[in-house]
């Protein structure tokens, strides 16, 4: 019996989320989907990137293929028009999906990457699987866990040139081998690509100003079910880092999920991405899921993340907030968990936290933030509220904090929100007993 040969509209491959608000979810993507989204996705930042182009100086943009052409009035012009985005993206996005052997023929031998995710999850298998077909070689790592370790010795003994991460959960500890060792074999690393979760902005910072100055940091706002979302790019020459802005595109936007509206500036809303793809695409089968994910606005279609932004005063730059599901709800107000974990970040012996909620008779729900320190570091609740005291406002300062050896993390070294949010419920559950025994105990000596 023969097998059918698989087309582009076939599912073809079965991944899975990180979980990082329960359990992990399967997506499928058919070759089509899981090619087009890409493409779409960087397609979309083209309309800034010719802008900034048809700004750059004279210099600069002689140095650009075709730039000598361009540098006058009208070809700048021509660069900022939207008739030249359209333009460009429509043979992006239309070009035949059957393998050109053009490209990797000019990467092979050229892209080295370390790839140091789980491969069950979209950011390993995704870096890998793309690289691959493009010529790129890649490299793993070979222990069960990640080792920063193993990660520097790998980048320094095979020259490689881009490195895939996954935030603060495998850059923090690298960074810590580059202090301890220096970074002076490792200075060819070109590119380093953070996907999964954000990087802290002293994390890119130190990175790039203190160890790599050569190396471009392209901070990537992604997902499972959303791939090409959205991206920052970073070096040395910058001055500011922020941790979770990103550009708003003609496909990225904030919206209210519930109208398909845009929000408008300083309003928060749903992070989607507005595609042509069809949509083959889901949770494995989940339909009922598939459709708060695949949905209709306006004769367009919309892939929902589930993650909420705040579009920013400019309008042109949105800042992530974190997961609509976790938002805390503290006596009516809105607290969402990226803000308050973004501060308490810097506080000085902090390995990893996360924020969360705590049930309160009162307010309903109050934040609660779970700490790791550093080891040999003690820390004190006193010291992490007084920190956060001038800082944020008050409703969003953390209530209880709770300390832990072992931080909840999903597969991927992100933080596990359920886990979070169950081990601050058993804290208080225990609180509480504890408090109700000691009532008991009081009401007995007083009685005569």
């Not at 050229?110 to 793309?130: N, T, Y």
Request: proline share 5%; hydrophobic share 35%; glycine share 10%.
């Amino acid at each position: 019996m023969l097998w059918a040969e698989q087309g582009n509209d076939d599912t073809g491959y079965n991944i899975y989320t990180g979980g990082t608000t329960g359990l992990p979810k399967e997506i499928s993507y058919c070759e089509k989907a899981m090619l087009k989204t890409a493409v779409e996705g960087l397609s979309s930042f083209l309309p800034k990137l010719l802008r900034q182009a048809s700004k750059l100086e004279s210099s600069s943009l002689r140095g650009l293929p075709g730039g000598g052409l361009l540098d006058n009035v009208k070809g700048r012009c021509l660069l900022a028009a939207a008739t030249t985005t359209r333009v460009l993206q429509w043979p992006a996005e239309h070009a035949p999906l059957f393998n050109n052997s053009m490209l990797p023929r000019r990467v092979q031998g050229r892209v080295r990457a370390l790839v140091v995710s789980p491969m069950m999850h979209s950011v390993g298998w995704g870096v890998s699987h793309a690289l691959t077909k493009m010529g790129g070689t890649v490299y793993l790592l070979e222990g069960k866990t990640y080792d920063p370790i193993e990660a520097y010795e790998i980048i320094r003994d095979h020259r490689i040139n881009f490195l895939a991460a996954i935030g603060d959960s495998t850059l923090r500890p690298l960074l810590q081998v580059l202090d301890e060792r220096g970074a002076d074999a490792v200075r060819h690393l070109g590119v380093i690509g953070s996907v999964g979760m954000p990087a802290s902005a002293d994390v890119k910072e130190r990175l790039l100003k203190t160890h790599l100055p050569e190396t471009t940091f392209v901070d990537v706002l992604d997902g499972s079910e959303i791939t090409g979302s959205s991206f920052q790019v970073y070096t040395s020459k910058d001055a500011v880092f922020n941790k979770v802005t990103f550009p708003v595109s003609d496909r990225n936007q904030i919206i209210d999920p519930e109208t398909g509206v845009p929000v408008k500036p300083g309003e928060v809303g749903e992070l989607p991405r507005r595609t042509r793809v069809p949509s083959q695409q889901g949770y494995y089968k989940d339909p009922e899921k598939t459709k708060k994910l695949i949905r209709e606005f306006n004769g367009e279609t919309w892939l929902m993340s589930g993650d909420l932004a705040r579009l920013d005063e400019d309008g042109e730059t949105f800042t992530f907030v974190g997961r609509g599901s976790e938002c805390i709800n503290t006596g009516g107000e809105k607290v969402y968990p990226d803000e308050v974990e973004s501060i308490v970040k810097k506080l000085s012996g902090v390995e990893m936290v996360g924020v969360t909620a705590t049930p309160d008779e009162k307010y309903g729900e109050l934040v609660a933030t779970v700490i790791k320190p550093a080891d040999g570091v003690k820390l004190t609740a006193e010291q992490v509220m007084t920190f956060c005291q001038d800082k944020i406002a008050g409703y969003k300062r953390p209530r209880k904090v709770i300390f832990v050896d072992e931080f909840p993390t999903t597969l991927i070294g992100k933080a596990h929100y359920k886990g979070l949010r169950d081990l601050a419920k058993q804290v208080k559950e225990r609180e509480d007993q504890a408090a109700s025994r000691e009532q008991e105990a009081s009401a007995e000596v007083s009685v005569p």
